[in-house]
């Protein structure tokens, strides 16, 4: 009687299968990640330009507010009804409030370009966390609101401050595609015909409101700019118009025993020398005064 009872227990482990031999404290495999959606777009945090359908574009102005010459770039764009975006330094900002305030109450946008205009990408997390957070705060108590867009200087971040300053600060990085390097005051002239030559629809233009020159060059720059059926948006807007770039064509086939010709180099109207660094190469860029 005990030897059948035995068989029949074995009996009925064999017909249980493999999973009543697992006990309590076995724990299954780790989850599968869990894949991105399909259509779900990677965030996009630097900009040098914005792919747009109509003619928009974004002045920017760098390192005031100034005394003096901000104000009367308000003049201006009040008088034409035209709204720009301000990368200001804090150590300007705490010299001249009330033109900061005047330009946010004026509708223009107030963006980050740090305290003292250093080169980031040479100092530590905490000098970077420092100049950044000293200027967000400032501008937040003057106007109420904080900036939502930071312009490094020199356009000059390495790839991990390009990941985490975003992450951390909720900024989007700002660069430029049109740089009439006004900062070494070539004149009016010359300052309008080189941004009224590289303008294009979804262009940020860079600028600066701290020389003289270059407000002179403003009121002819805008006035041809319009005569071209320019619209002029803020930064933020900018961005809020971008609509989605064409797929590029498929590359062509090289027959076998044929070699592939080199593509001409694109031209931009800009001297290698005047190329903006782009938000590949912002990492490596050397330090050009004043941006």
């Avoid at 270059?214 to 002819?220: H, L, V, Y």
Wanted: aromatic content about 6%.
């Amino acid at each position: 009687m005990l030897v059948s009872r035995r068989f029949a227990l074995i009996f009925l482990l064999l017909a249980a299968g493999p999973t009543i031999l697992v006990g309590e404290n076995s724990s299954p495999g780790p989850a599968p990640e869990r894949a991105r959606p399909a259509g779900t777009a990677v965030p996009h945090l630097v900009y040098s330009d914005v792919h747009v359908d109509e003619p928009y574009v974004a002045l920017t102005f760098d390192d005031g507010p100034h005394a003096t010459l901000t104000p009367k770039l308000l003049d201006l764009l009040a008088s034409r009804h035209i709204k720009a975006t301000f990368f200001v330094l804090g150590e300007c900002v705490e010299q001249n409030p009330q033109v900061l305030q005047r330009a946010a109450r004026e509708g223009h946008e107030i963006a980050n370009h740090s305290w003292s205009h250093p080169q980031l990408n040479r100092m530590s997390d905490e000098g970077v966390r420092s100049q950044l957070k000293r200027t967000d705060d400032l501008i937040k108590s003057l106007i109420g609101i904080r900036p939502t867009l930071f312009r490094p200087p020199y356009g000059a971040l390495t790839s991990r401050q390009k990941k985490w300053i975003p992450e951390e600060f909720g900024y989007k990085i700002i660069l430029w595609d049109v740089d009439p390097l006004d900062w070494k005051e070539p004149g009016p002239a010359t300052v309008t015909n080189r941004i009224v030559k590289n303008t294009r629809p979804g262009s940020i233009v860079l600028s600066h409101d701290i020389h003289r020159g270059t407000i002179e060059a403003m009121p002819a720059t805008i006035d041809q700019l319009l005569a071209k059926h320019y619209k002029f948006v803020t930064v933020s807007e900018l961005i809020g118009l971008a609509t989605p770039e064409p797929p590029k064509p498929p590359r062509k086939p090289v027959a076998s025993g044929t070699a592939p010709t080199a593509s001409p180099p694109a031209t931009t109207g800009m001297s290698p020398a005047a190329s903006p660094p782009t938000a590949a190469s912002a990492a490596t860029t050397t330090a050009t005064p004043n941006h």
